[in-house]
């Protein structure tokens, strides 16, 4: 059992969905110890933005690349690499100015490939990903879930990996966080409570 934790969050150790995700994985690998764990921070050793130099990097013979396509193209191919070697994944995805963080956006970049993680066919895009599990870790300081606000945070995520062929997406919430000291401390209350409660499975 492989899985890749997704960290994204701006603020290190003031985080709340940094820690929420690092509960969610202590709670998989208390179920099934046998897991392996990736670790990728995507604020601490961020991927560039999705670029013109990434394309050319995918495009380009590698003996003719230079050194910027050269990085760019393992940059790509280990974010990919690790998506595809997962079984489950646990991400999280606090939402900065209604929608994911740039830095989540650009590893989503890198991993929504034509031809490996999803394809077209005659009959329209078919996903590739079947089979995997994604837990997302969303945390928001206000209430969007279910409103037009939330519709470029978990509403994307669920069509994004539902385009990969991902059914699986279940969400660990803890939002309200900006609404005092009060509604914060129940949130993550409840949030830790329901993480405590699953019996996390593939």
């Known amino acids: 059992m ?20 690092h ?9 099934q110890p046998d897991t392996v764990v990736t670790y990728r921070d995507l604020a601490g050793d961020a991927i560039s ?15 003719l690349r230079n050194a910027a396509q050269h990085h ?22 606090p939402m900065y100015n209604f929608t994911i963080p740039t830095q989540l956006k650009a590893w989503i970049d890198r991993i929504a490939v034509a031809g490996q993680t999803f394809r077209y066919t005659e009959a329209g895009p078919e996903g590739l990903c079947a ?8 945390t928001a300081g206000g209430l969007h879930v279910g409103q037009a606000t939330g519709a470029a945070h978990e509403d994307y995520l669920k069509v994004l990996f539902g385009f990969l062929g991902i059914s699986d997406v ?15 401390s129940q949130a993550m209350s409840d949030a830790l409570a329901y993480i405590s409660e699953q019996q996390f499975a593939a």
């Open 131 to 138: 089979g995997k599990k994604v837990i997302v870790v969303s």
């Open 49 to 63: 933005h999705f670029s013109a130099a990434t394309l050319l990097a995918a495009g380009t013979a590698a003996e």
């Open 72 to 93: 760019e193209a393992q940059l790509s191919a280990q974010a990919l690499a690790e998506f595809q070697a997962a079984d489950v994944l646990v991400i999280a995805a």
């Open 23 to 31: 509960r969610v994985v202590q709670a998989w690998k208390a179920a």
């Open 2 to 21: 492989k899985l890749l934790h997704i960290d994204s969050s701006i603020l290190a150790e003031h985080s709340a969905s940094r820690q929420l995700s």
């Open 170 to 184: 279940e969400f660990v919430r803890a939002h309200g966080l900006s609404y005092g000291e009060e509604v914060r």
